[in-house]
């Protein structure tokens, strides 16, 4: 498996374990600057390496209506001083091969969203921007059919390649996270993580114009993925869900975040012996 560098974070080492975690979008500086501050301080409590996230404009969202962020400038500018102040590398998604060169000159991952990771063009993109590149597997793609996005990457001459599992579409309004397809991606050669928060959405479900969710559900997928053998975690998490202005349902109250990361650790270690 080739390993994956991020800063001073590997993926893929065995004894190494990234955590990707932050809220859903940027509601504004402070509350960002909050959130990173309060997981900067837990990192260094419980000796994890962190990549914050959080996304300058939610693109893909159920109603016209919803709250999508501070923009691409003005949210990068924010991305780029948390990364200098908290000594943090920053995570984000973006949604146009225009954004994804801009993005990659700014942060040290940039995310292709599950729903544009057939995108040749934005996908070709991600890669030649030189940053690492997350790709979701889509909610439609088998795990085995992960390796033509792969290709389009490498094609670039990029090999900082990240595969991220956040469920797969069962009838309507239902998301089911195969820990079989896990592996599957693992054999593509690069490292997977898991997205605990998206796997628990119900998409197409979307009373009131949002996307509901059971984030009651997230740290036990979160747990039986990192004992399927992840290589990563991805959770989004918020000072007070409630208020989140996007994906509230299923994000993790953050002051639930450290006793799971406890117990994420833990069940690492026993399954890298």
């Known amino acids: 498996m080739t390993n994956v560098e991020v800063q001073n974070i590997s993926f893929g080492p065995r004894d190494s374990f990234p955590i990707i975690c932050g809220p859903c979008v940027i509601e504004g500086e402070e509350a960002c600057r909050a959130i990173a501050q309060q ?3 837990l990192s260094v409590k419980l000796n994890l390496s962190l990549i914050f996230k959080a996304s300058y404009d939610k693109a893909n969202r159920t109603s ?13 500018a ?16 973006v949604h146009s091969p225009e954004q994804a060169l801009k993005a990659g000159k700014v942060v040290d991952i940039i995310q ?3 729903f544009m990771a057939r995108q040749t063009d934005l996908v070709v993109a991600a890669g030649e921007s030189g940053a690492v590149v997350n790709i979701k597997k889509p909610q439609f793609l088998s795990p085995q059919d992960m390796i033509h996005i792969i290709k389009k990457v490498e094609s670039t001459g ?23 397809g896990l592996q599957i991606m693992r054999e593509l050669g690069y490292p997977v993580v898991f997205d605990a928060t998206h796997s628990v959405q119900r998409p197409s479900a979307g009373e009131g114009g949002f996307t509901p ?7 036990h997928l979160a747990r039986a993925a990192v004992a399927a053998g992840c290589e990563g975690l991805f959770i989004e998490t918020h000072l007070n ?22 117990q994420i650790v833990q069940i690492n270690e026993i399954v890298k012996k």
Do not use: C, Q
């Not at 016209?64 to 990068?76: H, I």
């Not at 924010?78 to 998604?93: C, E, G, N, Q, R």
């Not at 002051?255 to 799971?260: N, Q």
């Open 78 to 93: 924010i991305l780029k001083a948390i990364s200098d102040d908290f000594d943090l590398p920053v995570l984000t998604d």
């Open 241 to 262: 869900p409630a208020e989140a202005k996007s994906d509230k349902e299923n994000a993790l109250p953050f002051k639930e975040l450290e006793a799971l990361l406890i």
């Open 112 to 114: 292709i969203p599950a």
């Open 64 to 76: 016209v209506d919803a709250f999508r962020g501070p923009g691409l400038d003005k949210g990068l």
């Open 158 to 180: 990029n090999k900082k390649i990240l595969l991220t599992e956040r469920g797969s579409t069962f009838g309507y309004g239902h998301l089911v996270a195969d820990m079989k």
């Open 39 to 41: 997981l900067k301080e």
């Open 213 to 219: 969710g059971d984030g009651k559900w997230a740290p």
